[in-house]
């Protein structure tokens, strides 16, 4: 096994290294930022989901310890949350050759904020178009920009308004392709009723790819495509007796408990929130519940970090 001289040893079996892990964004791996010694130690880095990163280092240690975490960021007004960094090696007596690490907000809770959300859109990102009888695909040029910039500011779930002289023409079904709210692939396929009407998806988009039809039985009716009201919750949420812990709920002002909660399983990838009243572009909301998931880092955001490897039996 290689050695490599660290930043300071502690006893005759433990060494010191120290590096930084800086954000890569949602849906991205963070990159380590070692200098010296540090950058030796390190093979891979790879996310396995939000926030659920692993570190492969170059030869296999006894044990490892975190020395220090420290969270810095470069625009702490921008950034979602203070976050709090978890690292997980492997049991004493195993070689170690890779190392977990989370990162969550700090203190295993979330604050959402909703500010002046828009009210609910039926026909936000495409109007009313006629039904044709061949599959039809609709790409992300082809939706209207303040309904995409109204999902990336608040991802939320996609509906599906059927109207026409002849709403049973309307295709039975449409694949909504895109992100979610941590910036991974979503996919959801909302069915829809050969009848005049709103349909709603269940997952919180924050951008669309592409939204594809099913052939219809006609020309005679109409589809639009909007946004509803279940917005996407920023961390997984924690479920409890089968419901996501509500800590906190603030509506236009005033502490209410008349909000509609999904769990990530009903309304994923996180879970969503559905305010009891109707938004209005003015009215701010906000939402405080137990995580049950990690937080990718922003690339405003990393981590000053000393991890101890332990190549010998003194910890």
Do not use: C, Q
Not at 82 to 98: A, F, M, Q, S
Not at 243 to 260: C, D, F, K, Q, W
Request: aromatic content about 6%; proline content about 5%; cysteine-free.
């Amino acid at each position: 096994m290689n050695t490599y001289p660290g930043d300071r040893t502690l006893n005759r079996h433990a060494t010191v290294y120290h590096f930084t892990l800086v954000g890569g964004g949602l849906g991205a791996a963070p990159t380590v930022d070692a200098e010296g010694a540090a950058s030796n130690i390190f093979r891979t880095i790879t996310r396995n989901g939000p926030g659920n990163y692993t570190l492969t280092l170059r030869d296999p240690v006894r044990n490892v310890r975190v020395e220090s975490a420290l969270y810095r960021n470069t625009g702490y007004d921008t950034t979602r949350a203070h976050k709090t960094l978890l690292i997980k090696g492997e049991p004493i007596d195993n070689n170690v050759t890779t190392i977990d690490l989370r990162v969550e907000p700090t203190g295993g809770t979330r604050f959402d904020e909703l500010t002046d959300p828009l009210a609910v859109g039926t026909a936000a990102l495409e109007a009313a178009t006629a039904t044709t009888v061949s599959p039809r695909t609709v790409l992300a040029a082809g939706l209207l920009t303040a309904g995409k910039n109204e999902l990336l500011a608040r991802p939320r779930n996609v509906t599906f308004t059927v109207a026409g002289g002849t709403a049973a023409h309307a295709p039975t079904s449409a694949v909504i392709t895109g992100t979610g709210i941590n910036g991974d692939a979503l996919t959801e396929t909302v069915a829809i009723t050969a009848s005049a009407g709103t349909y709603e998806g269940a997952k919180a988009f924050r951008t669309i790819t592409s939204v594809v039809y099913g052939a219809a039985s006609g020309t005679g009716a109409t589809v639009a495509v909007g946004y509803g009201k279940k917005f996407g919750l920023s961390v997984k949420a924690k479920v409890r007796a089968g419901a996501v812990v509500r800590l906190v709920e603030i509506a236009a002002g005033s502490y209410v408990t008349n909000g509609t909660l999904a769990t990530p399983t009903a309304s994923p990838p996180n879970g969503s929130y559905s305010p009891n009243g109707s938004p209005n572009g003015a009215d701010d909301y906000a939402l405080g519940y137990e995580i049950d998931g990690g937080i990718d880092l922003l690339t405003t955001e990393a981590f000053n970090v000393e991890l101890a490897l332990f190549r010998g039996k003194d910890l």
